[in-house]
C-alpha cells in the first residue's frame, strides 16, 4: 500500500462519501497535513495541499494504510469472542451510562498501571459539544464517565499527541466500530511510521454503536432550534430505538429515528459493524438487564483486563446476557446498510 497517497484515499474514500470521520488518517500523517474543518455535518478531512508522497517523491501512504473503509467491512455477526457476560462497577460512578463497566475497567487498569493514558471522548458541560481527549488520572476519567459516542469526533486525531507527543506507551482506546477498525489495521501494519502507534496500543475496546450523529446539526439543529431545548439543560441522552432526552428539571423528550436520519453522518450508512468485532473487549447496554453493561470479550489481553478488574473488587458480574436481542440489533444493522 506504500504506493498510495492521500489523493488515492481522497479518491476513493472521501469523494464517494464513505469516510467514518474516524481520525486515523489525521493522527498518522507525517507531516500533519490532515485536519478536520469545524462545522456542519463535516465529511471528511482536508489537506494543507502537502504531501511526502506526492510533493516530495518520498514514499509514504500512511494515511491510506490506517483507513477503515478501504477493503470489505465486517460480514459476521458478533466476531469471535472467548466470553459474553454482564457486569457493572462496584463503585459509584455520577454520569455512567447502563452499568459503567468500561469506566471501572479502565479506572483499574489506570490505578495497577496497566495502561498509563485513555484516548476517549469528553463535552463541554454546557454546549454538550464533544471533543476527543487524552486522560491519565482515574478521577478524571470517573468525572468524564458518560456515553458521548452518538456524537460525531474525530476520536483518533488524539492519539498522535499520546503515543508521539506525550510518549505514553501504554495507550487504551476506548471507541466505535470505525475507529476499532482503524486500530485493528494500526496494529497490524508493518508500515515503519505506523509502528510507533501500534506498539504503544495496548488495550482496545469498542463501544455497540448503530450510526453517529452530527453535532451541529443534531444539538443545534433538531434540538435546539426544533425542540427549543438548550444544551445546559439536558442532563443525559440515550439512543434506545429513538433518541431519549433527560433534562435536569425531570422532564423529557424524545426524537424518532426517523427524525434523526437527517443528522446520520453519511459514512455511517455503509458500516455492517455493530460490536466492533475487531476490539479486545466490546461494550454496550443491549442484551444487559438495566443498569448492566454488555461485555463482549474477544482477545486475551481483553480477558486479563476484565479479570484484573474484579479481582480488585472494581468490577462486578451482575448478571446474564440476552445473546438474541445483540443479533437481532446487529441483523437489523447489517440489513439496512447493505440494502440501501
Request: hydrophobic share 40%; with cysteine.
Amino acid at each position: 500500500m506504500a504506493e498510495k497517497s492521500y489523493l488515492d484515499l481522497k479518491a476513493e474514500i472521501w469523494d464517494k462519501g464513505r469516510c467514518s470521520g474516524c481520525g486515523a488518517c489525521v493522527a498518522v500523517c507525517p507531516a500533519d497535513a490532515l485536519y478536520f474543518d469545524e462545522g456542519e455535518m463535516v465529511a471528511s478531512p482536508q489537506s494543507n495541499g502537502y504531501c511526502k508522497q506526492v510533493s516530495d517523491g518520498v514514499l509514504c501512504g500512511a494515511c491510506y494504510e490506517v483507513c477503515p473503509r478501504i477493503g470489505d467491512q465486517p460480514t459476521g455477526m458478533l466476531g469471535e469472542y472467548l466470553d459474553l457476560i454482564s457486569a457493572k462497577a462496584a463503585f459509584d460512578i455520577p454520569r455512567r451510562q447502563s452499568g459503567g463497566a468500561v469506566t471501572a475497567i479502565l479506572t483499574n487498569a489506570l490505578n495497577t498501571g496497566l495502561i498509563d493514558a485513555v484516548v476517549t471522548v469528553t463535552e463541554d458541560r454546557w454546549t454538550l459539544k464533544p471533543s476527543s481527549v487524552v486522560i491519565t488520572k482515574s478521577d478524571v476519567l470517573i468525572t468524564e464517565a458518560g456515553s458521548r459516542y452518538s456524537w460525531w469526533v474525530p476520536l483518533l486525531t488524539a492519539l498522535k499527541y499520546a503515543a508521539v507527543d506525550k510518549k505514553y506507551h501504554r495507550i487504551a482506546v476506548v471507541g466505535v466500530p470505525c475507529v476499532v477498525q482503524a486500530l485493528a489495521r494500526i496494529r497490524a501494519s508493518k508500515h515503519d511510521l505506523i509502528r510507533p502507534y501500534a506498539a504503544s496500543i495496548r488495550l482496545v475496546i469498542g463501544l455497540f454503536c448503530t450510526e453517529t450523529f452530527d453535532y451541529m446539526s443534531l444539538v443545534l439543529g433538531k434540538i435546539r432550534m426544533e425542540k427549543k431545548i438548550e444544551p445546559n439543560q439536558i442532563k443525559k441522552m440515550d439512543v434506545k430505538g429513538k433518541l431519549e432526552i433527560l433534562m435536569h428539571d425531570g422532564t423529557k423528550a424524545a426524537l424518532s429515528m426517523k427524525e434523526l436520519e437527517s443528522c446520520v453522518r453519511k459514512g455511517c450508512h455503509i458500516c455492517t459493524d455493530l460490536t466492533s468485532v475487531f476490539a479486545d473487549i466490546s461494550a454496550g447496554a443491549v442484551g444487559s438487564p438495566a443498569g448492566s453493561t454488555t461485555l463482549i470479550i474477544r482477545t486475551p489481553a481483553g480477558k486479563s483486563f476484565v479479570e484484573s478488574a474484579v479481582q480488585n473488587k472494581q468490577l462486578t458480574v451482575s448478571g446474564t446476557v440476552d445473546l438474541a436481542a445483540i443479533e437481532k440489533l446487529v441483523q437489523a444493522k447489517v440489513n439496512k446498510n447493505t440494502q440501501r
